[in-house]
Each structure stands twice: as C-alpha cells, then as structure tokens.
C-alpha cells in the first residue's frame, strides 16, 4: 500500500479535462513537501512532467498542470489527447520515512 | 544530453543477490553538480514505483527503511556507473528497476530515467 495515494483509474473524452490526485498526510505533502509528477508509456521511462508541485519542465506542453493543497495534490490535463493515455504517478517526500514516496499511479484511458 | 542506461541478469534465483548497473552519459555521478542524487527506484508488477535508495557524489547513501537490512548502492566514478546489489531476493522483489539522476535536495525529482530493466526472482 503506498503512503500517497492515487486513484487507480480515470478516463476522459479527448478534448476534456481530468484531473488526478494524490493525497497524502501531514508528514509529506501536508508538511509542504515538493509534489512531482510523472507519466509512464507502456515499456518507456518515467517522464517528469510536474515538478516542485507547479513547474514544468522544459518541452512539456501547458495542457499539463500542477496544484497543491492542504495534505493533497493534483494533476490536471486539458484537452486530452489519444498520446495522453498512460500510467501517471505522485512523488513526495516523507519526514517520518525519511525518504522518497510515491503514489500507486493512475491510469488515464482516452475513450 | 544526459542518458543512462541499466544493465544486469534477465533471471535472478531466489535467496541470491540481485546485481545491476546503470551507465550515464552526459553527466558524472562524481559530479559536483547541485542536487545530483542517483536514485534506484523499482515498480513492483501491477503496483506503484517504489524508492530504493540514492547515492549522492561525496559518498553518501541513504536507503529506503525497508529495505536497508540488504540493499548497498555504489559509484565507480572511473566507469561513470551507479551499481544496486539487493541480497537474499524473493519472488517479493520481481520488478521493473529503474535509475534516475535526482535534482533538488531530499524532496528530489527524477529529470532523467533510464528505460528500466525487468528482473525476475524465480527458480
């Protein structure tokens, strides 16, 4: 069981928007912890897409967004796209681990 | 453009020691850079991705606590490789590993990932 949590799936129409969220506690995302954000292709390495809960990196397009509140975070997708079907992950970092954690990702599947 | 690549056995039985290497290019895992930390992270079949540990360029190491008991992560700065060695596998530690050069501090993100290799614990 992860210490961040995920849904395991959510679907959206292309052109729509979703969202993904991560919540987690008072000892990671909750203690203002960085949240990341990755996208994972069948058989590709892990992409950031998110990192330090609102920035994206270089090359990645704006129809990709970060936010964080509270103990939770969020990706957001607009305008989805057939290539936007993928596997999505959370990261943080825990205090009471002392380590990195992740989510347990979520599938996005474009009808 | 930084790369890294991971190498090791397609099998490994259990009770042995799981043994893989990850060469990069573009970058130095001696590197003085700000924030490089040299991660192994796995993704255990139909779960999530999970930390192992990093090895940060002065020597440092910190492992996942659950883990710890039996993982050790190294650099050979004169082959530019970051190496894992897991003892005493089960079917328990079948996945996808994967490593990524770290930026940040201890709250870091991965920027570059190798492709991952799959490592079955099977007899």
């Known amino acids: 069981q992860s210490v961040l949590t995920q849904p395991p799936s959510v679907s959206g129409a292309p052109g729509q928007r979703v969202t993904i969220s991560c919540t987690g506690s008072s000892s990671n995302i909750g203690a203002d912890f960085d949240v990341h954000w990755y996208q994972i292709l069948p058989g590709a390495a892990p992409k950031l897409l998110i990192y330090s809960d609102t920035n994206r990196p270089a090359g990645v397009p704006d129809r990709f967004s970060g936010s964080k509140s509270g103990t939770s975070a969020s990706l957001a997708i607009t305008g989805l796209q057939a290539e936007d079907e993928a596997d999505y992950f959370c990261q943080s970092y825990d205090s009471g681990l002392s380590g990195s954690v992740f989510g347990g990702g979520t599938k996005l599947t474009v009808l | 453009q930084v790369q890294l690549q991971e190498s090791g056995p397609g099998l490994v039985r259990p009770s042995q020691t799981l043994s893989l290497t990850c060469t990069v290019y573009g970058d130095s895992v001696s590197s003085r850079g700000v924030g490089h930390y040299w991660n192994w992270v796995r993704q255990l079949p139909g779960k999530g991705l999970e930390w192992i540990g990093y090895?940060?360029?002065?020597?440092?190491?910190y492992y996942n606590p659950s883990l710890r008991s039996r993982v050790t992560i190294s650099a050979d700065a004169s082959k530019n490789q970051l190496s894992l060695t897991l003892t005493s596998v089960t079917a328990a530690d079948t996945a996808v590993y994967f490593c990524t050069r770290g930026r940040g501090s201890s709250s870091w993100y991965g920027d570059y990932w190798g492709q991952g290799i799959l490592v079955p614990v099977s007899s």
């Open positions: 090895f940060y360029y002065r020597g440092t190491t």
